[in-house]
């Protein structure tokens, strides 16, 4: 019955190539690119990948005119540049994960139809409570389940990062590939053949809203996958290191950490910190003119070592695409370093490997990544970084520029709650102070004048004191 319900009323794709479902994650009016990919058949007989990107506003030409017959890939993510780089992402519109029944069910023999496969997905979603994906689709052999989001800024790739692996280890019982989770990940087009099957690929059930394919707010859908928000990590935080500081017989000073010593940083999540750091070199790289002239000797192996250590840090990128990330980088400021990438790099890439691997090293009885952490007057030090730079840069900053910003963060919260400035209170007293003297010449009492006036009558005998 259920399945007869999926065929019935997610007909939303039915009949369609492939621009219908990649026109609701790319969207054709957006500035940037996409990657569409194609196995084609060399002179050896042997299919070869090869890999174009495009303008987004060219989406439906490039679809229209794919070869239907032959394996065709396209980009989730949307990038800044020509090159399917998680550096270079610009946008992520959707979370998705890739279903290999065949790792689960070797013969398939729990799935003897696509309907019982997208049924299947969608009382597993009831069952456990977890959002039903806006679209699941056929990949020829598996599925590949999506959770449209809107469009989400490059700044939130750790967080996304975070709802993808949440999402692969729910879907586990799927065969959901851990693989297959990066941003920079390409799916098959729907419309065209999995060769290796001989199956269209195709959409096989739609969560529609409003006669569409439902679009989840990020959040709400972080949430629901991750189980918890930000809010609730921040006070569990809290909770926890309250405790310690109990048991240990010190004092809880209220006001977290902006109060404290910290010269006013506020805290972010690791992976969250180790991007923002890498927006912040490249961001640096910008300023100095160095995407257009050139790193200068001196900075070069610097700048890529702490790139590659920050991208693996954020968990944007792992070892094995750390290479190509970071030769993607280099092409920015220095493509002279690409051939020396892998040798100059060798140290952060073993770390990584560690990293991923769940090692740690203790150090002052904590546990940490193996992964470099530094300080931010290490970079600041290492990179002569000065005061109008720091300013411009979010994470890299110094003690004094840290403090500076926390106290116009408070300067914003005093004022949203009804604080003034020294001036506007002075202003507004002399008029406090003129109102009352004119009441007091139109021959009002003080009593009268407070009234009059909604103050009390010790404020009317200050306002007249120099009168008396």
């Not at 194609?38 to 890999?51: E, H, L, N």
């Not at 997905?121 to 679209?135: A, G, K, L, T």
Request: with cysteine; net charge positive.
């Amino acid at each position: 019955m259920l399945a007869l319900d999926i065929d019935s009323q997610n007909d939303f794709f039915s009949g369609a190539g492939g621009f219908p479902e990649a026109s609701t994650y790319h969207h054709p009016q957006s500035h940037g690119f996409f990657a569409h990919l194609v196995k084609r058949p060399g002179p050896d007989g042997k299919r070869r990948m090869v890999q174009r990107s495009h303008r987004i506003s060219s989406l439906a030409q490039v679809i229209d005119s794919a070869d239907a017959r032959l394996d065709n890939y396209i980009s989730q993510a949307e990038f800044l540049k020509p090159n399917r780089r998680v550096v270079n992402i610009a946008r992520l519109n959707l979370n998705f994960v890739d279903l290999d029944l065949y790792h689960v069910d070797p013969d398939r023999e729990r799935f003897t139809d696509t309907r019982q496969m997208a049924g299947a997905v969608r009382i597993f979603c009831y069952d456990e409570h977890i959002p039903q994906p806006s679209i699941t689709a056929y990949s020829g052999c598996g599925l590949h389940i999506k959770y449209l989001t809107g469009t989400l800024p490059r700044q939130a790739l750790p967080r996304w990062n975070a709802v993808q692996r949440r999402l692969v280890e729910l879907f586990a019982p799927f065969g959901a590939d851990p693989r297959a989770k990066d941003a920079s990940r390409v799916l098959r087009l729907m419309g065209t053949t999995n060769t290796k099957t001989g199956e269209i690929v195709r959409v096989l059930d739609v969560e529609q809203e409003n006669g569409k394919p439902k679009v989840y707010d990020f959040e709400y859908l972080a949430l629901e996958i991750l189980e918890t928000d930000r809010g609730t990590i921040e006070r569990a935080r809290a909770e926890r290191e309250a405790k310690a500081a109990r048991r240990a017989g010190l004092k809880v000073i209220e006001g977290g950490r902006s109060a404290g010593n910290t010269g006013g940083l506020r805290k972010l999540s690791p992976m969250r910190l180790n991007w923002d750091r890498l927006e912040d070199l490249r961001k640096l790289a910008e300023l100095r003119g160095w995407t257009k002239n050139g790193i200068p000797k001196g900075h070069r192996e610097t700048y890529l070592f702490w790139s590659a250590n920050f991208m693996l840090s954020s968990g944007a990128t792992h070892p094995g695409q750390m290479f190509y990330e970071v030769e993607a980088l280099a092409r920015e400021v220095c493509p002279a370093l690409i051939p020396e990438v892998r040798h100059a790099l060798s140290t952060v890439y073993r770390k990584g490997l560690a990293h991923v691997a769940g090692e740690r090293v203790e150090f002052n009885g904590k546990k940490h990544s193996p992964l470099y952490t530094p300080k931010n007057q290490t970079l600041i030090d290492q990179f002569f970084i000065t005061r109008d730079e720091e300013r411009q840069l979010q994470t890299i900053i110094s003690e004094a520029e840290a403090a500076e910003r926390h106290r116009k963060r408070d300067e914003v919260k005093r004022r949203s709650a009804g604080a003034v400035e020294r001036s506007a209170y002075v202003e507004s007293a002399e008029m406090k102070r003129a109102e009352a003297r004119l009441l007091r010449a139109n021959g009002m009492k003080q009593r009268e004048i407070a009234e009059a006036m909604g103050v009390s009558l010790r404020s009317v005998k200050d306002y007249l004191k120099s009168d008396t």
